[in-house]
């Protein structure tokens, strides 16, 4: 078993039985952070649909943007569109929203719920460059879809 294996099996053994969409967004955050190297921030934004927005929820590393409208920067991007988004050079992306100037490159995954609504999405910083490949893309897109399984079970 490699080592995205073997977080993807630790993240669904941590999540089973859950009830708490909270203790899910933090143990995976959490869990993410300490399987991933070169991350500086791991975490989530949730989708406040009274408000049209993203707003922050549970993550790992330094002080973050706390409402991030739809359609703004990577996360309100792949959050309106529904797709991952991998930015190679945040200083390259237009409307790049810079929470953390250390940050260089992003990886962000929405997350889904089985009825087809918006949950929120999965955000990923890195204090690197290019540091998404296509394997850490398919391993965290496998996450997004371990967490929104708990999720849809705990409701």
């Given at each position: ?15 089973a ?10 143990n ?23 408000n049209?927005?993203l ?16 359609g ?6 792949a ?15 237009p ?5 953390d100037?250390?940050?260089k ?10 009825d ?9 910083d ?15 897109t ?14």
């Open positions: 078993m490699n080592n995205d294996q073997l977080m993807l099996s630790q993240l669904n053994s941590l999540l039985g859950e009830h708490s969409p909270v203790a899910i967004l933090a995976a955050s959490a869990l993410i952070n300490q399987t991933v190297d070169q991350l500086n921030w791991v975490g989530f934004y949730r989708y406040d649909h009274a049209d927005e707003v922050l929820g549970p993550f790992q590393g330094r002080v973050a943007c706390m409402h991030i409208k739809m703004a920067g990577v996360c309100g991007t959050a309106q569109d529904r797709k991952v988004q991998v930015v190679a050079d945040v200083s390259q992306y409307g790049y929203i810079s929470c100037a250390a940050a490159s992003e990886l962000v995954v929405p997350l889904v719920k089985q087809g609504s918006l949950y929120g999405v999965l955000d990923l890195a204090p690197v460059r290019d540091r998404f490949d296509n394997q850490l893309v398919a391993t965290m496998a996450s997004a879809a371990i967490i929104m399984k708990a999720i849809d079970e705990a409701a």
